[in-house]
């Protein structure tokens, strides 16, 4: 029998954190997308670094600080990103030379997709260039489903740990019968007790979800400073709803919908520009905004500083 390790660290490719560190995934992700910036070819828009799907309206956890917590607010819903949706925004991508990260995560868990594996073969078909990861509690992970998704083109697969140790356990030995390195597999530690924040770098997710259990107060006014989400990255919800990014779990930033509209002319309609401007202006006096206590400058630096650029060639919006 496996002892469980009196350090978490002592396995290889664990990503531990605690409430004063920045958590080493960011750090990694914001190597990434800077170096995945990006102009269309057309109109010399900077494009988006990272393209969230979320597959679908399911997760098997109600995490104390995540919105599905409370479930009169976020819903179990068994629905989940169509073919047809999936196809029309891979197409597009393909014929705009689209080569960014595809992240297979969001409000949902991907595993209960219930073609999450040919979903991941799709994509890495049609975007043979593009980068893609999946981040999933793990619950439904077997060692012949982590093989199938990286023989079908996944690159990164992003365990967080909600129970104990023993799940660094059972997950490094399921990493080794899978044969994956630990750069393939990483084991995100989220069981620390309330005190360290469960081991997460936490946000209030645009205000949707109370953290005063952990003393983080709901946010009296608006912060000031700039966010670059919406510069480096899109958010696709499973109906192909796009929202601003993916914090927004109360949905109130829809700026258009896949199916209806492409995702690049929503990724470049006056909307999105508006919000892009204000946020780089640190005005987040709009909603979802208005109650974010992210930081939001920890990735897409270049982005940002390449919207900047565009906007004031263009004079699309105003930047101040
Ligand atoms: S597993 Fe993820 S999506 Fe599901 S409840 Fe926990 S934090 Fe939320
Ligand atoms: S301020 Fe918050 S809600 Fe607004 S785009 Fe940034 S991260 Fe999203």
Not at 12 to 27: M, Y
Not at 50 to 79: H, I, M, W, Y
Not at 147 to 161: M, N, Q, Y
Request: hydrophobic share 40%.
């Amino acid at each position: 029998m496996n002892a469980v390790p009196a350090d978490p660290s002592q396995i290889a490719g664990v990503l531990s954190t605690d409430a004063h560190r920045i958590d080493p995934n960011i750090q990694r992700k914001e190597a990434i997308f800077a170096s995945q910036l990006q102009h269309d070819a057309r109109t010399g828009m900077p494009l988006f670094a990272k393209l969230e799907l979320s597959l679908t309206g399911l997760c098997n956890r109600k995490c104390q600080f995540c919105p599905r917590s409370d479930a009169s607010f976020f819903p179990n819903v068994n629905e989940h990103l169509s073919d047809a949706l999936l196809h029309g925004m891979l197409d597009e991508l393909a014929e705009a030379g689209w080569r960014g990260t595809i992240s297979l995560s969001g409000f949902g868990e991907p595993l209960l997709h219930p073609k999450i594996r040919e979903i991941v073969r799709t994509i890495h078909r049609v975007l043979p260039h593009a980068r893609m990861e999946m981040v999933s509690n793990g619950d439904r992970l077997t060692v012949s489903m982590a093989r199938d998704l990286f023989d079908a083109g996944l690159h990164v697969l992003i365990l967080s740990l909600y129970d104990n140790e023993s799940q660094l356990v059972k997950f490094d030995a399921l990493r080794a019968e899978a044969q994956l390195r630990p750069d393939q597999m990483l084991l995100r530690v989220r069981y620390k007790p309330p005190e360290e924040h469960h081991g997460l770098t936490l946000s209030n997710r645009a205000g949707t979800v109370d953290l005063s259990y952990l003393g983080i107060e709901k946010l009296t006014a608006p912060k000031t400073h700039a966010c670059y989400y919406p510069h480096y990255s899109v958010f696709v919800e499973y109906d192909g709803t796009v929202l601003l990014c993916c914090n927004d779990w109360a949905k109130v930033s829809g700026c258009g919908k896949v199916g209806e509209r492409t995702l690049l002319d929503i990724w470049s309609s006056h909307q999105m520009h508006q919000v892009r401007s204000a946020l780089l202006a640190g005005d987040r006096s709009h909603q979802p905004c208005s109650g974010c206590n992210i930081d939001g400058t920890l990735m897409g630096r270049e982005h940002a500083a390449a919207w900047t650029q565009h906007y004031q060639a263009t004079g699309e919006v105003r930047v101040n």
